[in-house]
């Protein structure tokens, strides 16, 4: 077994059994070079050359073609998930060469034997997923991810397309019955993967308060020591729903939407990071909440550095993840989001702002940033992009905790170095396959690593 298989098996000790499978055969012998959005750019390739041999009626390669892409289905999602090489585009990808390829395959395949009315069945209840799908990602805020009735409902489907493929090949027509009965099982299970998409994020603990004039947002879950939750950019306290299941029974988890963010209302004006600074310790007196603890990602983190290291606010113990501080103007991303910015804060008046809303949506689900505004790319993230919290870093002299993806692009590993370096009290520990957002991709982690910290 080639060496890094050991590696591979580990991790998937927790996902599911295909994967495992293909870890275990298949992919130890895939080179590491080779990245799952390479594999799925390779189904989508294989499109128009599965269509041109139907059309010629050269069913014998279509059939050797069909069935390649359709294995590769199962390949580059198990890689991704075995590397830890999740991504949004990846995600995109998938989705498109699943629906290229059925859709091809019904089109061009099924009107022989079976009429358009199976066509239309299939494309009607894929439609309805699709919906279902995105009804699910505005109500929950998170895209559902394939679930095991939809990819046993992909791997039907692609198997009574080659029972079809060998007919007109071989010429031996009793594979059609078995074909047609996989179709017509195939449809109910359209419906179960719909009902097994996540609905609404939990509202149980969800409470209203209103801090100087603001009506804000956040949730209480747990007990224990409390930990204080300050999320990232153009996110949300829904950002920590996978790290808060898994901190809620060792502590009382209390998480903002900050001001102009998630449910919360927008400040009035353009606002600086002392001011989120000063929001934050005025949430913590109105609710009398002493935190343990106060755990803050990107931008949050930015904001424990400013308040801290003012003496704004104060907590025994801080978690920064991912949260630079100084402006990373040694890399080229930052500074053309703080381009867009400025050019959206002149066109922010003549766009809605739910058009606007879907389009930094569409940016931090691509990119795994989280440098465009909320409303119109406002003055406050120019504000508060630039700020340069060096100094305030070292001030800090409670004991505080760093936890950094080594694959974050908008903030280099190298920012965690120079971060480490300046509070005294500080220990760092990476995760080797995260990027900006490490809680998301490993919760489990993160969550132990916060637990042994505070």
């Not at 996902?15 to 130890?28: E, G, H, K, S």
């Not at 198997?159 to 017509?184: D, I, K, N, Q, Y």
């Not at 795994?368 to 919290?389: K, M, R």
Request: glycine share 6%; aromatic share 12%; hydrophobic share 50%.
């Amino acid at each position: 077994m080639p060496k890094d298989a050991r590696d591979v098996i580990e991790a998937v000790e927790s996902q599911r059994y295909t994967d495992t499978l293909l870890a275990r055969t298949v992919l130890p012998f895939i080179p590491r070079r080779i990245t799952p959005n390479e594999v799925t750019w390779m189904r989508i390739a294989f499109l128009p050359f599965i269509v041109y041999f139907l059309l010629v009626h050269n069913y014998g390669v279509g059939f050797a073609l069909f069935a390649i892409a359709a294995i590769t289905d199962a390949l580059d999602g198990a890689m991704a998930r075995t590397r830890h090489e999740v991504t949004d585009l990846g995600n995109l990808l998938d989705a498109l060469a699943d629906w290229g390829l059925i859709g091809i395959a019904a089109v061009m395949l099924l009107p022989m034997y079976f009429g358009w009315w199976l066509v239309a069945a299939l494309f009607a209840f894929e439609l309805f997923s699709i919906a279902m799908a995105y009804r699910s990602y505005r109500r929950t805020g998170s895209r559902p991810e394939h679930n095991w009735a939809g990819k046993l409902k992909m791997i039907m489907q692609c198997v009574a397309f080659c029972f079809m493929l060998g007919t007109l090949f071989f010429g031996e027509s009793f594979w059609l019955l078995p074909a047609l009965a996989l179709f017509l099982a195939s449809l109910p299970l359209s419906l179960l993967e719909v009902y097994l998409y996540p609905q609404y994020p939990p509202k149980a603990h969800a409470k209203k308060i209103t801090v100087d004039g603001l009506k804000v947002e956040y949730r209480e879950e747990g007990s224990g020591p409390t930990l204080l939750l300050l999320h990232g950019w153009m996110s949300s306290l829904i950002t920590f729903d996978a790290l808060v299941e898994r901190l809620k029974d060792h502590f009382r988890v209390v998480r903002i939407d900050l001001p102009g963010f998630g449910d919360s209302e927008q400040p009035h004006t353009s606002w600086r990071l002392v001011d989120y600074a000063k929001f934050v310790k005025a949430f913590l007196r109105q609710t009398g909440i002493e935190p343990a603890a106060i755990v803050g990602h990107s931008f949050g983190g930015r904001i424990i550095l400013k308040g801290t290291g003012q003496e704004v606010f104060a907590a025994p113990k801080l978690v920064l993840i991912d949260a630079e501080a100084g402006e990373q103007l040694d890399t080229l991303r930052p500074r053309l989001y703080k381009a867009a910015a400025k050019t959206g804060k002149a066109l922010g008046a003549h766009i809605s702002r739910e058009l606007t809303t879907q389009l930094r949506r569409l940016f931090v689900r691509r990119d795994g940033s989280e440098y465009l505004d909320t409303a119109a790319l406002s003055e406050t993230f120019l504000n508060t992009a630039g700020e340069d919290l060096i100094d305030e870093a070292r001030r800090i002299s409670v004991p505080v905790l760093l936890l950094w993806g080594a694959r974050d692009k908008m903030t280099p590993l190298a920012d965690a170095k120079r971060l480490a370096g300046a509070i005294r009290n500080s220990k760092l520990v990476v995760f080797p396959h995260a990027g900006h957002v490490p809680y998301q991709k490993f919760p489990k982690e993160v969550a132990d690593a916060i637990r042994a910290f505070v």
